[in-house]
């Protein structure tokens, strides 16, 4: 009954190191290089393991973990097993300024790992490629021109002297004259960070200027104003997306200031929406569910005028269950009677379109794209890019959507469960180790309950600086609302980065602390990471993003196409990193898009790499790490740091936190105080170990969620619980994963032998014996293990895990806003 993953982590290994790592593929030079430094760490008089053999290698020595010994498991509930592992841990972990001992408690990161298939060996490196030619840059300046694409004189000169952007690129080429040609809807396909966006603004706003300008460029005499008319919509999945359109229009519009454009997308209160509404709006951009309640309840909102309907990341909207709200908005649009002049007189017939024109736009193509075509487009011309318009060579076409940007570097590191936290902290260190070759990253994890723990593991133990006292209203708001979502990093700083700046953000928070972190974000002068969802996997346009780490693949191949899509943008070049584990997910990189073989890299080298130097630790541990220390050991000791912080007690304010709760439940339950059911006082629990175990179920619940043609990659039965708990730094599995899954992960682990009794107690853990009031709190909470509402990932593979999932997810969105697919 023991899960290995758990017990190894208290095993004091008799035999060195060196005979628990293994080498395999690669290089030989990196493999011989690793075999040394693994070796050196292995010398027992270098590397005295063992409570009886000082010295150590960290020097201090402020907390004795005495020896834990070898126990068995115990059905017992979460905080029980938390109370023994405290104790048995030593209870002074958490202290802060306290160091670690390495050697005393060896967690065996490196031994029961399975083995990877990938042949490393005859792998490509990823200095064989040559940079290749980016495929959604801007055309060359010499033969492509804003002037040439029909645009007015006006609206040409301020993209060229005002924006700086001085061509169009292969789409914008494409779509601007079809468009203002031609009468048409639209299915405007092309790769992310193509321009779209513009592609689409650009002959709209062109054709509603030219009711108030004449073909010379001179005004009209009768310049149409916010009153004229509402001339076009245009629908965003998100509300971050929606207000990202918003501004590039706002930016376009500044040559036309005679013409206003605003956004209804909930978030705050439809009474000041309505207000702007009344005021009058020439271009409306807006979230589906909202526009839809704002059609039938704001009298004020015409649609009379409408000439053009854009559905932007038109096959997010219908995974989000848009449909129905598209249905009623296409439906009012087009019930209306097309007017031919406005309610003023101004003439717009003959320079607006003669019919009402749906604009369809996707970088990727799925089956509900096509489902969305029904039900929006009639004759649609499909406008996409050709080979022979990014390379100019008179090659046959051949379409670029559904594809990377061809300058995107992608790489997968092929990890085993227990090391991914690690490799993952080398691998920020490594990025960070250079100052201005990463400015930032952006992590995706599966589900906001994981993106929680990792901010939380990740930053500083000391709060960010306040703002001045004398600092503006603005800073002093934005601070309160970035108060939780933005931090120093720890771990993953270097002498030539001190500072890098952590964010989160996912749709479980609310809308001005999602706001405000994108922009802190985005904003952000020193090395910045930001940890999410999906949530920033459409649309969001951040310019200087460098680097995408997928640390969890993503639920389905068009998502992994826009999470990468989120660096490498009009043309600049970028990396994405994919983590795989070793096993059947190693097959998943067959299936994706990539202009040039993504490249696998071993864990050994990216922690070789990352751990070459001692890590920093948060403010309120010291690191006593001799510079000798070998990358395996570093590996072991942060791992083992890691564990120790969540097992540490909690701070003391906690205790006094936990008896006043009781006392307010007495309060609460309307009985006089003296008659109040004594409560039995329960040990206090590290926040950060709750956390963790919450990621932890969100996590593996969210697993069994992958599209159902991927499942054969992400195999819910492959998982290796207890292996997978290391990667969350817990050093037992949690229980309460419930929806069967546990069940289907047990069976597989039983059934391949070898850790028959990991399996076992995996399912006692994960199927929640002894953690019922766990279970309950998450089925009252709703829970947040994927908060994406993918239609797609229900399936055969665990049909109840997805059901109670799917159920679940609807609670979420229903009680967190239309938009809240973190
Ligand atoms: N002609 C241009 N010249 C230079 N930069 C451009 C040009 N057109 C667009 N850009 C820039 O390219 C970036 C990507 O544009 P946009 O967000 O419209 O891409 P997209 O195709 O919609 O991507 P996604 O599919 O990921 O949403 C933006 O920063 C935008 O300012």
């Not at 290089?27 to 070796?39: E, F, I, N, V």
């Not at 309640?293 to 309907?309: A, Q, Y």
């Not at 994405?576 to 584990?581: C, E, G, I």
């Not at 006392?663 to 009985?671: A, E, I, P």
């Amino acid at each position: 009954m023991a899960d290995d993953g758990m017990l190894l982590n208290f095993e004091i290994p008799d035999a060195p190191l060196k005979t628990q790592v293994k080498f395999k593929g690669g290089r030989w030079r990196d493999r011989l290089k690793a075999q040394r430094s693994a070796k050196q760490s292995a010398t027992p008089t270098k590397q005295p393991r063992g409570p009886s053999s000082a010295p150590h290698t960290h020097q201090h020595h402020d907390y004795d973990a005495s020896r834990p010994t070898k126990r068995p498991r115990t059905d017992d509930g979460d905080s029980q097993r938390h109370a023994k592992l405290q104790k048995t841990a030593g209870s002074a972990v958490g202290a802060p300024s306290h160091a670690l001992r390495t050697g005393q408690i060896s967690s065996s990161l490196f031994s029961k790992n399975p083995t990877a298939v990938t042949d490393f060996e005859n792998a490509p490196v990823v200095d064989d490629f040559e940079p290749a030619k980016p495929s959604n840059a801007p055309l060359s300046e010499e033969a492509e021109s804003f002037f040439s694409l029909g645009l007015s004189r006006r609206i040409a000169q301020h993209l060229t002297t005002k924006l700086e952007m001085k061509a169009p690129t292969a789409i914008q080429k494409n779509t601007v004259p079809q468009l203002i040609k031609d009468d048409s809807d639209a299915f405007l396909q092309a790769e992310t960070g193509s321009g779209k966006t513009l592609a689409y603004l650009l002959p709209i706003v062109h054709r509603i200027m030219a009711l108030s300008v004449n073909p010379d460029g001179t005004l009209k005499d009768t310049k149409v104003h916010r009153n004229s008319g509402l001339f076009a919509i245009v629908l965003g999945p998100t509300r971050e997306l929606c207000k990202q359109i918003a501004v590039v229009l706002e930016k376009l519009l500044r040559c036309a200031p005679w013409l206003v454009c605003t956004t209804v997308i909930g978030g705050e209160s439809k009474k000041s929406e309505k207000a702007r509404l009344r005021k009058g709006v020439n271009i409306l951009v807006a979230t589906p569910g909202r526009l839809a309640d704002h059609l039938d309840n704001t009298k004020v909102l015409d649609v009379g005028t409408v000439r053009w309907l854009v559905l932007d990341e038109g096959d997010r909207m219908m995974e989000m269950g848009f449909e129905d709200d598209i249905k009623a908005i296409v439906g009012k649009i087009r019930a209306g009677k097309l007017l031919k002049e406005n309610a003023e007189g101004v003439v717009l017939e003959g320079i607006l379109p003669s019919r009402r024109v749906t604009v369809l736009c996707s970088a990727t193509m799925k089956m509900n794209v096509q489902r969305l075509g029904e039900i929006s487009l009639v004759d649609a011309v499909h406008i996409t890019v050709s080979k022979t318009d990014v390379d100019g060579e008179a090659e046959a076409a051949t379409e670029a959507a559904f594809a990377a940007p061809s300058q995107l570097k992608q790489s997968c590191i092929v990890t085993p469960a227990k090391l991914r936290l690690v490799t993952l902290i080398a691998l920020l260190k490594s990025t960070f180790a250079r100052r201005g070759s990463v400015m930032k990253a952006i992590i995706f994890i599966s589900c906001a309950d994981s993106v929680d723990f990792h901010y939380e593991l990740l930053k500083d133990t000391k709060p960010p600086e306040p703002p001045a006292p004398d600092a503006s209203p603005d800073k002093q708001g934005s601070h309160a609302n970035t108060e939780q979502t933005v931090a120093p990093a720890a771990y993953v700083t270097s002498p030539a980065n001190p500072k890098v700046v952590l964010h989160k953000l996912h749709g479980s928070l609310p809308q001005p602390v999602r706001s405000a972190t994108l922009n802190a974000f985005a904003k952000c002068k020193d090395p910045a990471v930001l940890i999410t969802t999906d949530i920033s996997s459409r649309g969001l346009d951040v310019p200087s993003v460098d680097l995408v780490i997928e640390y969890d693949p993503a639920f389905a191949v068009a998502d992994h196409v826009h999470r990468i899509g989120r660096t490498a943008r009009a043309g600049r070049p970028g990396k994405a990193v994919l983590f795989l584990m070793p096993g059947c997910e190693e097959g998943y990189t067959s299936i994706l898009p990539a202009s040039t073989p993504i490249v696998p890299q071993l864990y050994e080298s990216i922690l070789q790499k990352g751990l070459a130097t001692a890590v920093n630790l948060p403010s309120t541990y010291t690191s006593a790490e001799t510079e000798k220390q070998t990358w395996t050991t570093r590996a072991e000791s942060l791992q083992l740091h890691l564990e120790q912080r969540l097992l540490a007690a909690p701070s003391a304010n906690a205790d006094d936190d936990a008896e006043a709760e009781g006392q307010d439940q007495g309060k609460g339950s309307g009985k006089p105080k003296s008659k109040a059911k004594p409560k039995k006082k329960l040990a206090p629990e590290n926040p950060l170990l709750v956390s963790g175990r919450q990621a932890f179920r969100s996590h593996i619940r969210a697993y069994a969620t992958h599209v159902r043609e991927e499942r054969v990659y992400f195999d819910i039965t492959q998982l290796h619980l207890g292996h997978m708990a290391k990667a969350f730094a817990l050093r037992e599995t949690p229980g309460g994963i419930g929806g069967g899954v546990s069940r289907r992960a047990h069976k597989a682990t039983t059934s391949k032998g070898g850790s028959g009794g990991t399996a076992a107690a995996n399912a006692t853990a994960a199927d929640g014996s002894g953690d019922g009031g766990e279970k309950k709190k998450k089925a009252r909470s709703g829970g947040k293990a994927r908060d994406d509402d993918d239609e797609d990932g229900v399936g055969n593979v665990d049909e109840d895990a997805a059901k109670r999932m799917k159920e679940k997810l609807k609670m979420m969105m229903n009680a967190a806003g239309e938009f809240n697919i973190g």
